[in-house]
């Protein structure tokens, strides 16, 4: 499957880089837009944990959704003048809203007018919300109607063996995460010294995301390709994506500098 919406700091591409999973439950503890069940949870078990109510009301939504559903919304870009004025459920307008700008944000009720013209591009198809998107999802629904969604704190979902992805507030980006308006929470809301207790502990595969330089875990750097963004003094700069694997029999070489 491909991504459902966009999300602060999400990582598809990077999920391609971590192993698959070793157990039929996969776990997401802390899920914005769930990349790694949306690659490898067709056929299994999803539970999915977010502390945003947009977000988690979003997954609801789509999990119960009717593919009928998915249609009636709006086919292009130019069709959307805002998208609260949509004719659907909120979290159906929250999930086209994610589409409006490449960044996934929530700030614009409207698709700026440079991105209306970039959504006419073929190259642009799959960045935009358009007839593509909406056809996509229409068609991954049926693939994710036994997925479960809690809007909670992530150690709600913690404890059954399974295979479990975290992929928290980066411990170094302090400031970088505005609770309201991405909806990842800030690092304030995450005891890390708990949270690697957890993950330790916890029975099953076991795979930790965060970025070069956090220190709860014995992250180890994936390959050189491997970047995400950071704010640093108001501008973004690149770090290392790093992880750690409970399982020493899944660090294969190829993963990792």
Not at 63 to 86: F, G, N, Y
């Amino acid at each position: 499957m491909r991504p459902f919406f966009r999300h602060y700091g999400a990582k598809y591409r990077l999920s391609r880089l971590l192993p698959e999973p070793t157990h039929k439950t996969i776990i997401e503890p802390f899920a914005g837009s769930a990349c790694y069940s949306v690659m490898h949870g067709a056929g299994k078990d999803v539970i999915l944990c977010d502390i945003d109510p947009q977000t988690a009301a979003i997954w609801q939504w789509l999990i119960t959704a009717s593919v009928s559903d998915i249609m009636a919304l709006p086919p292009t870009l130019e069709e959307i003048k805002d998208v609260r004025l949509i004719d659907a459920p909120e979290p159906a307008r929250w999930l086209v809203q994610r589409w409006l700008t490449p960044q996934g944000g929530r700030s614009h009720t409207y698709p700026p007018p440079s991105c209306v013209e970039l959504s006419k591009r073929p190259c642009k198809r799959n960045v935009f919300w358009g007839k593509g998107i909406r056809q996509r999802i229409a068609e991954q629904i049926p693939l994710i109607r036994h997925w479960r969604i809690e809007c909670a704190e992530w150690e709600s979902v913690c404890g059954p063996k399974a295979t479990y992805i975290f992929d928290p507030p980066y411990q170094l980006n302090n400031g970088s995460y505005d609770k309201n308006t991405y909806g990842k929470g800030s690092i304030k809301n995450v005891d890390f010294d708990e949270l690697a207790r957890v993950c330790k502990s916890l029975d099953g595969q076991v795979i930790v995301h965060e970025q070069e330089g956090a220190t709860w875990l014995p992250f180890v750097t994936l390959r050189e390709r491997a970047m995400t963004g950071c704010r640093k003094e108001g501008r973004v700069k690149t770090r290392h994506e790093v992880v750690w694997i409970s399982d020493s029999g899944q660090r294969q070489g190829r993963l990792f500098c």
